[in-house]
């Protein structure tokens, strides 16, 4: 006998429609927006938008920088990150709470104060670092990250048995750097990735610190055509959708939803 | 000591920084003890900035707890195929983190003068920028309306996993036991979900409150406490950034609030998600 399937209510239709209006119209304006000619009235469609996008030489360098400063923060994250949660769930689970509440520090201090903190603490510094993109910022963005990081890695070191795990590599006569690099980084590899795609995105998004410590990153290339260019910025913005989506869509494929709920709480805002 | 560089990082890049803040907005120019800024905050312009912040952030969290409570429980609940949901959780996962300058484009592209729905309109023959003259993207209900971009999908990634704590065992029990539909929701649903959906509520006004990229690309003029902060260091007009670190205080002091409140109710949310 089979059992009627329940009918989708006709609220849920309704709310289901509006949702799906309200987030894809802009979507599709977008796209519209960027395949217009600059010439009022002439017809659809072209790509010389996209043309210019590719023969802009600023283009090439912000976006460049960005990817490059998102490499360095992932990088600097994981070796700061990973021996640390790593050894809290190891040895000392006590830190957890600590480190957990610490994690909730950036939404108390989000980047429009910390840029304000920063820019006084490290105002003398030398210009190595004070003046350059992948010092200030790249420092700056690892602690964008950590909350992304901590709650990703923390889920990937709970869903396995460090201690078992690290001592049968120990009574194999592994070192610590061996257990760490051939036994454990294995075995998180889908949170650090998942962890890594949020940084990445994060990272090609962040407009608020770059702006007010005046470094020309992708973010700010694509406000400066905003204002100037309308058609170009259609095929720019159409393509920083793109880069997120790529990112996200990786995380959802790395990670199966861990990190997830930490990945919801900030971004590019 | 394996521990060691993570914390002397945090404190380095985050503590003392957010501390720096904190006896900045507390000193003069010549670096001497003073109220002067903080006093300042109650006077115009900088307390309606506080207000602008506070009214915007609160319409989009209300606005994006509701509709998003709606929409997430749309595609949760009995009825509705399982794949619009995992649709649903996989563009929430991406559209919360999407926000800022090309947000703000994909909004002038839609409802800008030139937009694509403000064309729809005028074609039809209603001109909106016209007949409803208080409605403009770069007004404040427009800054509101581009936010719920990331406020919406916010909600739903957060709501979801309560809407799922929410037993069919439940309304089976409170249906045999002869309860209508409404006072399940009464006695079971809504005290169940409350702590969660306040929890995600103080999450969306933070979430709004400290947005800044979103907000300049629309309108620099907005006055928001962001864009106040923001205008001290990108304009020319740096006198006293101590006026700048005050304001920053002021908007640590507001969130550290919500996080005060908002400890509690994750506690209590946390109970029924197992």
């Given amino acids: 006998m089979r059992i009627a399937r329940p009918r989708m209510a006709p609220s849920a239709y309704v709310w289901l429609l509006l949702g799906a209006g309200y987030f894809l119209v802009p979507l599709y304006s977008t796209l519209a927006f960027s395949l217009k000619k600059n010439v009022a009235g002439t017809p659809c469609c072209t790509l010389s938008n996209y043309g210019w996008v590719i023969h802009n030489g600023d283009f090439w360098h912000t976006i460049r920088l960005s990817f490059v400063l998102a490499l360095e923060t992932i990088v600097i994250s994981l070796i700061l990150f990973v021996p640390t949660i790593y050894w809290v769930h190891l040895k000392l689970p006590r830190l957890r709470p600590v480190i957990a509440f610490m994690a909730l520090v950036p939404f108390v201090v989000p980047p429009i104060v910390m840029v304000v903190g920063l820019l006084r603490t490290f105002h003398g510094a030398p210009g190595w670092y004070y003046g350059s993109p992948y010092g200030f910022l790249a420092t700056a963005y690892v602690i964008l990250a950590f909350p992304y990081m901590f709650f990703s890695l923390d889920a990937g070191f709970r869903s396995i048995d460090v201690h078992t795990l690290t001592e049968a590599s120990q009574s194999l006569g592994a070192r610590w750097t061996t257990t760490l690099f051939r036994v454990i980084l294995p075995n998180i590899r889908s949170a650090a990735l998942a962890a890594s795609f949020l940084t990445l995105a994060i990272v090609m998004g962040e407009f608020t610190i770059a702006n007010l410590a005046a470094f020309h990153t992708f973010p700010i290339f694509l406000q400066y055509v905003n204002e100037s260019q309308g058609f170009p910025a259609g095929a720019l913005t159409l393509l920083s959708f793109l880069i997120t989506w790529a990112a996200m869509l990786s995380l959802l494929l790395v990670g199966r939803k861990r990190g997830a709920r930490g990945a919801a709480i900030a971004g590019a805002r | ?274």
Avoid: C
């Fill in chain 2, 1 to 274: 000591m394996v521990t060691l560089p993570f914390f002397a990082y945090t404190i380095a890049f985050l503590f003392v920084p957010a501390a720096s803040v904190m006896i900045g907005a507390f000193q003069d120019k010549a670096n001497h003890a003073t109220f002067s800024n903080i006093r300042l905050l109650f006077d115009h312009p900088y307390i309606d900035a506080y207000w602008g912040s506070i009214r915007i952030s609160l319409v989009t969290a209300v606005a994006g707890a509701l509709f998003g409570m709606l929409i997430a429980y749309a595609a949760i609940r009995e009825g509705t195929p399982r794949w619009i949901r995992s649709v649903l959780t996989t563009f929430s996962g991406v559209a919360a983190n999407f926000g800022g300058i090309p947000l703000a484009f994909a909004f002038i592209a839609t409802l800008g003068p030139l937009g694509v729905v403000t064309t729809w309109f005028r074609n039809a023959g209603y001109d909106y920028s016209v007949r409803w003259p208080h409605f403009q993207l770069f007004s404040e209900r427009g800054v509101e309306l581009a936010y719920m971009y990331f406020q919406l999908p916010l909600m739903i990634l957060v709501i979801a996993p309560a809407l799922d704590g929410l037993k069919r065992e439940w309304r089976e029990a409170a249906a045999n036991l002869g309860a209508k539909q409404w006072q399940f929701w009464r006695h079971v649903g809504i005290p169940v979900l409350m702590p969660s959906f306040l929890g995600a509520f103080i999450l969306l006004f933070g979430n709004s409150f400290a947005a800044y990229a979103t907000a300049y690309s629309l309108n620099q003029g907005q006055n928001i406490v962001p864009i106040l902060i923001g205008a001290y260091y990108t304009g020319n007009v740096l006198d006293n950034p101590h006026i700048a670190q005050a304001l920053a205080f002021g908007m640590f002091v507001v969130l550290a609030l919500m996080m005060v409140i908002y400890i509690p109710l994750q506690r209590r949310a946390a109970r029924w998600a197992k």
